[in-house]
């Protein structure tokens, strides 16, 4: 028993040193955040009926996103690209006093309806990470009620400013494959890109936040200068380039919920819950999250869980701590 404690101890302290730690980081005054986008959907044809959906993290209402954009402008952020980040870190360029990225994952057509119009109007930046395979099950799943952006579509964007990158080629887990065909993935969805699009794609967003060590070399090898992964939070100017953090947008944030969102204190809190969910994703795999978050969801205060990032880092908390003293006890019994 004096060494479980010991190990208890040690445990302990390391989490609380963490803590400290994630705390200092999410206060730093070079701290730079990412909105992380997927697809948009109209709010007045969901609430008369026309369309039906009760997916709530990766879709956005198209009137909130219009109010948000429109509250980031008033408030005086500057939105940047990834070219302009690595300006800036390199020392080429000042900081903004108040920056921020605007970032979409897969490449929904929605995002050229609803998102790029608010985007031109208001002179803002935005970058698409896009899924070249048009034919990826992604896409597919996601037919009735969106396609995706077309080559036309990504160079009509690009033109107005809007950065086009790298999200993989076919949007599968990264870490279910093989070494060459991650290399594949990786290099192909380049390729494909900038013959596309005319001009270089030096970023990737990891499809679903299946990531690992393996894939973070192979990005470097096939060329990439910067990646997202699945940790949320926020980016400074001495962020590691191939675990740069987003915060996910979901559709029950308004303009208002949104400035809340990028509060260093809640800011905070999100990387915690995102450090306890990278965590049980190289335990057990990204499936085993995902099905986590869709029991999680099926819980009559499921959505309030996921939408709560403190409440849902106590009841995490509190569980582990519930089956630690019943391993405790089981140990202790003769």
């Given at each position: 028993?004096?060494a479980?404690?010991?190990?208890v ?6 989490a ?14 070079d ?5 992380l986008y ?8 969901l ?5 039906h ?15 948000q ?8 952020f ?7 980040y ?7 360029a000042a900081?903004?006093?108040r ?12 995002v050229?309806?609803?998102a790029?119009p608010?985007l031109?109007?208001l002179g803002?930046?935005?970058t ?9 099950a992604?896409?597919?799943k ?5 396609g ?5 579509d990504?160079?009509?964007m ?5 950065a086009?990158?790298?999200?993989g080629?076919t ?11 991650i290399?594949w ?11 596309a699009?005319?001009k270089?794609v ?10 690992n060590?393996t894939?973070r070399?192979l ?13 949320k939070g ?5 962020s590691?380039?191939?675990a ?7 559709r ?5 919920g949104?400035?809340s ?11 915690l ?7 049980f ?6 499936r085993?999250?995902?099905?986590l ?15 709560r ?22 140990l202790?019994r003769?």
């Open positions: 028993m004096p479980l404690a010991a190990v101890v040690i445990v302990l302290l390391g609380v040193s963490f803590v400290f730690y994630v705390y200092a980081q999410e206060h730093r005054p701290r730079i955040p990412a909105l997927h697809r948009l959907i109209a709010k007045d044809r609430d008369r009926g026309e369309i959906t009760t997916e709530r993290s990766y879709v956005a209402f198209d009137t909130f996103f219009a109010a954009m429109q509250a980031l402008h008033d408030a005086g500057t939105t940047l690209d990834l070219d302009d690595l300006r800036i870190r390199r020392g080429e900081r903004p006093a920056p921020i990225l605007v970032t979409f994952d897969d490449g929904f057509r929605s050229y309806l609803h790029f608010v031109r109007r803002m930046k935005a698409v990470f896009m899924t070249p395979d048009r034919s990826s992604n896409f597919t996601n037919a009735p009620l969106d995706p952006l077309s080559d036309a990504l160079r009509e690009q033109a107005a400013g809007v086009i990158e790298s999200h080629m949007h599968r887990y990264l870490t279910d494959l093989e070494p060459d065909t290399r993935e990786l290099a192909e969805s380049r390729r494909v890109l900038e013959s699009l005319g270089p030096r970023y990737l967003a990891i499809p679903s936040g299946a990531y060590g894939i070399r990005a470097q090898e096939t060329g990439y200068a910067a990646v997202f992964s699945m940790g926020t980016m400074h100017l001495k590691d380039l191939f740069l953090k987003r915060l996910v947008v979901g029950d944030l308004d303009a208002a949104l400035l969102l990028l509060d260093p204190q809640n800011v905070f809190l999100l990387r819950t995102s450090t306890a969910q990278v965590t994703s190289r335990l057990f795999g990204m085993s999250l995902d099905r978050r869709a029991a999680i969801l099926r819980l009559p205060f499921g959505a309030a869980l996921i939408r990032p403190a409440l849902l880092l106590a009841v995490g908390l509190s569980t582990v701590v519930v089956i630690g003293a019943l391993l405790v006890a089981l202790r003769p």
